[in-house]
C-alpha cells in the first residue's frame, strides 16, 4: 500500500494479549488484517493480491510467466522466512548452528532463481522497480538484518544476488517505513522474552516491551 500511495491508518495489536474486537475480525487470530468498508481481509496474499488488483500501479510483471513465476516465489516466503528466523530464535548454540544450515538452503534456492531467472542487474527481484514479490520478502530481510546487526555473521555475503536485493531493499523507504518506529525495541524484546541465544547481545532493558 505504500508503493502504490494508498492512504491507510495502522492499528497495532499485541500480539500476546490479542483485544477482543480483534479476534472477531481475524478468523486466526493472526496479523495482517485489511479493512476496507465493512469487510475484513486476512492473509499477506490475498490482502496483497487484492490492493494489486484494485490500485493502480501495478507491481507485479505484466508477462503472465513472470508473474506466475513471482507467485510461486511468494509461496516460498514461509520457508523463506523460518529459515531466516532459525538462525535468531535459535534458544542453544548448536540450534543455532543448525539454524545457519537452515538458512543457507533456503538462501541458496533464491541465488539461483535469480541468477537462473532474472536476466538484468536488478537490484529487486525482477530488476530496478520493486515489485509485489519484493514486498513479501522484504519484512523478513528487514527483521533478519535486526538480528545480523547483533550477531555479524555476515551470513548474505555467500549470497551476492540475494545481499544485493536485500539491501537494496533495506535501503528503500517503502521498505523501512513500513514498521512502527519502536521496532527496534519490540525487536529486541522479543529476542529476549523467546529466550534466544542472542538475546544477550541486546539491551536488557528492551525486555518488558510489547511486539
Ligand atoms: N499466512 C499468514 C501468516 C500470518 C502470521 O503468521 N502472522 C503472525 C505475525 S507475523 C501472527 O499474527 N501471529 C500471531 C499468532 O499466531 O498468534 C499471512 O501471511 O498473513
Known sequence: MRAKGVEFDVTY????????????ISPHG???V???GDVNLFESNAIAEFVEETVAPPL???DAVKRAQNRAWTDFVPTFSSGL?????AKTTAEQAEGFDKARAVLIKLEEAIANQRGNDGPYF?????SLVDASYAPFFQRFAAADE?????LLNDFPLVKAWSDALLATETVTGSVAESFPQEFAGNMHRR??????????AAQGNRI
Open 13 to 24: 495489536i499485541n500480539l500476546r494479549e490479542k483485544p477482543d474486537w480483534f479476534l472477531k
Open 30 to 32: 493472526k496479523v495482517p
Open 34 to 36: 485489511l479493512k476496507v
Open 60 to 62: 507485479h510483471p505484466q
Open 85 to 89: 528466523s532459525a538462525t535468531y530464535y
Open 126 to 130: 525482477n530488476g530496478p522497480k520493486l
Open 150 to 154: 547483533k550477531m555479524q555473521s555476515g
Open 195 to 204: 529466550g534466544t541465544v542472542i538475546a544477550p547481545l541486546f539491551e536488557a
